[in-house]
C-alpha cells in the first residue's frame, strides 16, 4: 500500500483548517503544517493533527512555500489540499481504497476539484488538478500565483473529488499585487503567468490592462489549449463591461480556434444576443449547448450548468419573449428536471400559473 503524506501551507485558516483535516486524517499517513505567518489561532489547530509544523517566510511566492511544504514529506506519495478544501466521506474511501491500486509505473494522480453548488449542494464547476504526486517523480512547483507541479512521469485520473468549501467573503489585492511586482521587477511571465494575470485584471476590473495583456497572451501562441479558450471567455466578459458587443462576440468565437464549440461558450454567445434582444439567434446557440455530446477535455474549466439547467432556463425566456408560451413552459420545466430547487424555475412556474400544480408533484 502506498503512503501518503499531506503537504499543506496555511496562514491565518483557524475557521477552517480543522474542517479540512477531520476530513482527510484518516485517508493520509502524515500531515505537513507549513505556516506562513498566521496571527490567529491556526498553529494551535494544527497541533491537535500533526507534529510535523513549520514556518516559512511568507516572499509573495506560492510556489516557493509549497516546494517547501513538499520537501518535508516522507510518503511515496505528496498530497496537497487547501485549508478551505475537503474530502467528502465518499471521497475519503476512494482515496484509501487508491493507495492500494496506484501502478507502479504512474506519477501523478490527477483529481476533479469542485468549487461551485447548485442548491441542494451538486457541484456545478469542476476542473481537474495533479493532487497526488509520486516524492521521487517531483520536480517542482512554478509560478509565484496560481502555481502549477512539475513531474516526470506518467499520470492517470483518480476517481477522487476534493471539494472547495470556502467561507470567505471578500478577496484582496494579493494576488494582483504579486503579479504587479513581478512585472515591475522584469521577472519573465510564463504563458501561463500571462493568462492567470490577465484573468486577475479582469476581477478587480482593470479592463483595459486586461485586455492588453489576454490579447498579448493569445497572439504568442505558446499558451495551453484549456487557458486560451478561458482566455477569449475572459476577453469577452472585458469587451462587455466596456460595451463592446462586436469585439465581445469576437472574442468567443476565436475560441473556436483552438477546439470545437464547448457548450460553456455556446450559452456565452447565446447570453449576449439575448442582451441584444436577439432572441431567435439566441435561440440557436442554447439548443447547439445542449446538443453538445459530453466529452472529457482534461483540465478543462467545466460548467455542468452550462451543458442543461442554463441553456433550459434561458431558452424558457427567449421563447416567452418571442410569444412561444408552450415551448417556454416546455424549457422551464426541462430546467427543473436539472435543477428543482432553482429560484429562477420556481418564478417562472408562477410566472406560467404552474407553481401549485408542479410543487405538488415534488413532495
Not at 352 to 363: D, I, P, V
Request: hydrophobic share 35%; glycine share 6%.
Amino acid at each position: 500500500m502506498a503512503t501518503i503524506s499531506l503537504c499543506m501551507i496555511v496562514k491565518d485558516e483557524e475557521q477552517v483548517l480543522g474542517r479540512c483535516l477531520d476530513s482527510v486524517r484518516e485517508a493520509v499517513d502524515e500531515i505537513v503544517i507549513v505556516d506562513t505567518g498566521s496571527r490567529d489561532r491556526t498553529k494551535e489547530i494544527a497541533k491537535g493533527y500533526t507534529d510535523r509544523i513549520y514556518d516559512f517566510q511568507w516572499i509573495d511566492d506560492f510556489s516557493a512555500a509549497r516546494n517547501f511544504s513538499f520537501s518535508k514529506g516522507n510518503g511515496d506519495f505528496l498530497f496537497w489540499l487547501d485549508a478551505d478544501d475537503v474530502l467528502e466521506e465518499k471521497d475519503r474511501q476512494n482515496l484509501i481504497r487508491l493507495k492500494d491500486r496506484i501502478p507502479s509505473d504512474v506519477s501523478a494522480v490527477m483529481m476533479p476539484y469542485h468549487t461551485a453548488f447548485d442548491e441542494e449542494g451538486r457541484p456545478v464547476f469542476s476542473f481537474e488538478r495533479e493532487r497526488l504526486i509520486r516524492r521521487e517523480a517531483f520536480i517542482s512547483w512554478q509560478g509565484r500565483v496560481h502555481e502549477v507541479i512539475a513531474y516526470r512521469g506518467k499520470r492517470m485520473h483518480g476517481d477522487v473529488c476534493v471539494t472547495h468549501r470556502s467561507v470567505k467573503r471578500t478577496y484582496p489585492r494579493r494576488n494582483l499585487r504579486i503579479y504587479e511586482k513581478q512585472e515591475e521587477a522584469g521577472e519573465p511571465f510564463s504563458p501561463r503567468d500571462q493568462f492567470y494575470y490577465g484573468r486577475e485584471l479582469y476581477y478587480h476590473k482593470l479592463y483595459d490592462r486586461a485586455i492588453q495583456r489576454l490579447e498579448e497572451f493569445l497572439s504568442q501562441g505558446k499558451g495551453w489549449k484549456e487557458n486560451c479558450i478561458e482566455a477569449c471567455r475572459v476577453l469577452s466578459y472585458c469587451y462587455r463591461e466596456k460595451g463592446n458587443a462586436s469585439k465581445a462576440m469576437g472574442a468567443l468565437t476565436a475560441s473556436f480556434y483552438y477546439d470545437e464549440p464547448r457548450a460553456e461558450v455556446c450559452c456565452e454567445i447565446g447570453e449576449l444576443f439575448m442582451s441584444l434582444s436577439r432572441y431567435e439567434t439566441a435561440v440557436f446557440w442554447y439548443e447547439l449547448a445542449l446538443k453538445l455530446p459530453e466529452k472529457n477535455h482534461e483540465g478543462a474549466f467545466v460548467s455542468e450548468d452550462a451543458r442543461g439547467y442554463l441553456p433550459c432556463i434561458q431558452l424558457c425566456v427567449c421563447h416567452d419573449r418571442l410569444g412561444n408560451r408552450e415551448k417556454a413552459i416546455e424549457y422551464n420545466l426541462a430546467a427543473g428536471r436539472y435543477r428543482p430547487r432553482s429560484e429562477a424555475y420556481r418564478k417562472n412556474l408562477s410566472y406560467f400559473g404552474m407553481e401549485s400544480e408542479h410543487l405538488q408533484k415534488e413532495k
